[in-house]
């Protein structure tokens, strides 16, 4: 199909508030032209404050204090033009590799936590056979009401003398924090409710196809039912990795010294009194630079992940 | 066929009935240590002395914890401005991803420009996102007191005076969030049925009636759940408050989470801390309730 009629059919599907009728009239035109152009000012606005921390990095410390404020380095206030070196010194200073690793390593260990009790629990829910299976569906449910930040204590208190085995997840030898991150990551009903909701479209013949052959109900949620929810686990999985990259106030109580997040680090940094405001400036951009990756790598499955689960946040 | 040691009553009772306790094993274990114990033991908590020095001897203190709090003037001050922060989170915040959303959603051009542009901030770490813009909000020699000088005026000081601070936190936090939220209309609006759209234009409506009885109904309850979520999360603030302004000008941003955290990790009374955090429960989850219930009755209606 010719691209133009292709284009004229999907409006007349997918058609909005405006139609084609009304665009041809010049007063709804120069209203459709105004609002595009404050919605284009509005993009502006937000790219502003990005650039500006940008730029800030290449200047001299001087210089982002300057008034008139200067949006690009001035070629008079930097001797040596653009500060490019400030980024290097700001990777070094900051320790990024270090910092990045203690992230990833952190980032995987809650993936797993957010995804395997859930998926599993989802399975059980929508598949097997539990019992008081009412009670623990509500009970599982009824914790999405509990914000986690209004049992902060008991938490602190639960992961610094685990019960039953009185262990304190926080001393180095237990990985210094990331356990007590790791573990209540499992805590999530959201995801329970979103496998469930997932896994009841999946025909129950199926399953119950594949026991009459003899495979086992590991085989079965291992090589069926996992497979077919691919889709559902990739967001899972970006949003899992974005959100403990970006998270701060639980894994600035909980992690020790040597087991910071970048984030975490990022705090620390900017708090030290002898680190000008360039270098932080510098290190601020390299510390955005992977989930924003990650978001404009999977643009499409992330605002499709928002529409089924950005309730989350 | 698998071969198995085990009896074959064992194995059919572990079929029918065990595969699915054992599935379900996890994450109930998850739940019992970090959910559902800490919720009880809060209450067993609020009630004794439980300080870092002696953690193996906690005491009944009955309500002293209550008590110490109700004789604290922070504790009311940071209760006062979280509610303040919310009011005017919903005042600036609320509706203007309603209004971006339908906005972009008409657009013919740039329409993924538009919509990546303004979902930008939402990309950024918060911890990144708060000491950018505490260096952009530094007091006459920042970027924004510049401009503000730039056109003839006093500088605001913005974080560093009472007046605008939190005002200066929640500006920080719509320009963060509002593109995640638009993204959700977005979506919602899809689900617009463009019948509605084209009945409503045959009957002569008018692009604000358009609005106001097509879209605004059918957005109605992504609208509510939007609406209880911004609130339940903006009580929970911290992160912006701790980074950017330590809870000052005195303590005109202190929050409700800053005050329990500064209980319990500034002088280690865990009892204290978690009666705090009692509060801040009961309140969350009264207005869950109230929102179930006033959901249903809209729900009912339309």
Redesign the interface.
Known sequence: MPKRLRQQASVA???????RT??AKPL?KV??WG??A???F??I???L??L??FM?ALKTPRE??A???TLFPQPALNPFKWQWANYIEAVKLINYGKYFFNTLVLAIGVWF?QL???A??G???SK????FMRV?TV??FA?L???F??????????VI???IFHINLLTPGLGGGFLAIM??A??NAFN?FVFRTFFDQIPTDLIEAARID?A??WRI?LFIVVPLSQSIIAVLTIFSFVAT??D??WPY?VLGEDFQTI?VR??HF?NLAEVS?NI??AS?MV??IP??LV??IF?RRI?QG??LS??K? | ??VSLLPKRIQEFY???L???I??L??????A???????L??FW?SFHR?DFAM?EKATFIGWENYRVLLSDQYFYQSWFNVILYVVLGLLIGYLLPVV?A?????????KG??R???F??A??????VA???K??Y?PS???FD??V??LGFEPVRWLQNGKTAILSLVIMST?KNA???M??YL????G?P?QL??AA?IDGAN?WQ??RH??IPQLLPLMM?MFI?QI?GTF?I??EP??MTEGGPANKTLTV?MR??QY??RYFD?GV??AM??T??VV??SL?IIWFMVAKRVGRST
């Open positions: 599907q997918g058609r909005t508030l405006i139609s009304d665009l709804v209203f459709y609002v595009f404050i919605l284009f509005g993009t606005t937000t790219f404050p990005l500006w921390g800030g982002i204090f008034f008139p404020p936590f395997v009790p859930s599993m629990a399975y059980a829910i097997l056979r539990i019992p623990i009970l599982f914790s009401m509990v914000p930040q209004a049992i902060l204590i008991p938490l602190y208190l639960t003398d685990l019960p573990l209540p499992g805590v329970i003899g086992s109900e949620f990259w970006n701060f106030m109580i984030m990022l705090y900017q405001r932080v400036l601020l510390s955005a989930p924003m978001f404009l643009q605002m928002i529409a950005g309730l946040f | 066929m698998r079929h029918a009935r595969i699915g306790p599935f379900l996890p994450a109930v274990l998850c739940f240590f970090f959910s559902w114990r800490p919720v033991w809060s908590i439980y953690k971006l339908i906005a972009v959603n008409e657009m013919r051009h740039l420009y538009l990546l542009g303004l930008l901030p990309m950024l770490p918060l911890v990144v000491i950018m813009w260096y952009l530094t020699e920042g970027f510049s401009i000088k730039l320009w593109g995640w939220t993204i959700i979506a919602g609006l899809q617009v463009p759209y084209e234009e692009l358009r609005i097509v879209t759940i979520l339940i929970q911290f992160t701790f980074i989470l329990i955290y319990a990790f865990y801390a978690t955090g009692l801040l429960f969350l989850v869950s």
